[in-house]
């Protein structure tokens, strides 16, 4: 065999070889992709630091979702990342817990059984906190006025809508219970759904209750209501 013909088929080797690299880092890079951490960012969240070697300040994000964590957890444990329970003995050693809980969260893939029930912790203790409506904007999504007399004729529309489905039994907004309409008047109706959703608007993502506030404040308190 001539030194051209080895030479070939030496470079078929390399481009066998360096096209299973470029496919295997492919399908590394897409797993990464594809894992919780990015289904957060796509949804807009902010993943908090993960630096186990940093102390964090008194005023520090971190700070925040350990008091909470530590709060909520105490007699709900459905809320506790694993069995993760943490004292105010010493926060410092706490929150180095908390990142490295929130580091193998975040790295859940969609296949994974608990990808679901991750999401939900992750975005409570994993990212840095932000309300409903401050979320609801980020992802392109107006947030009906709820104090003033703006957006009038959307608050119309929701009211209509929430009629249709409303009942005794079911109340999309808990806090909600419907007027008769006379007259095709909703402006009871109109008052009490916009109570409601103030109460949802500044909701934050560490609080308990966040992921429902923000299921209906969407539904029934943004621009994009009318279109469901």
């Not at 907004?173 to 500044?202: F, H």
Request: glycine share 6%; charged share 25%.
């Amino acid at each position: 065999m001539n030194s051209i013909a080895k030479g070939a088929i030496g470079l078929g080797g390399v481009g066998t070889a360096t096209g299973e690299g470029i496919l295997a880092n492919h399908l590394i890079n897409s797993k990464e992709e594809r894992n919780l951490s990015s289904k957060l960012k796509e949804d807009k969240f902010i993943l908090l630091n993960l630096d186990v070697s940093k102390q964090e300040s008194d005023d520090s994000k971190w700070q925040t979702i350990f008091t909470s964590y530590e709060a909520l957890t105490t007699d709900k444990a459905n809320l506790k990342i694993g069995n993760l329970t943490l004292t105010s003995g010493d926060k410092n050693a706490g929150i180095k817990q908390l990142k490295e809980a929130c580091s193998s969260l975040l790295n859940t893939q969609p296949e994974s059984s608990d990808f679901d029930k991750n999401y939900q912790l992750a975005s409570q203790w994993c990212v840095e906190p932000i309300s409903v409506e401050s979320i609801l904007q980020k992802r392109g999504i107006t947030y009906l006025d709820t104090t003033g007399s703006e957006n009038s004729k959307e608050w119309g529309e929701i009211a209509k809508e929430y009629e249709k489905i409303q009942t005794e039994a079911k109340k999309p907004l808990s806090e909600v219970t419907w007027t008769q309409v006379t007259s095709n008047n909703y402006s009871a109706n109109i008052t009490a759904i916009k109570e409601a959703c103030k109460k949802r608007k500044e909701k934050s993502s560490h609080q308990e209750g966040f992921s429902d506030a923000l299921k209906e404040a969407q539904s029934w308190c943004s621009i994009t209501s009318k279109n469901r």
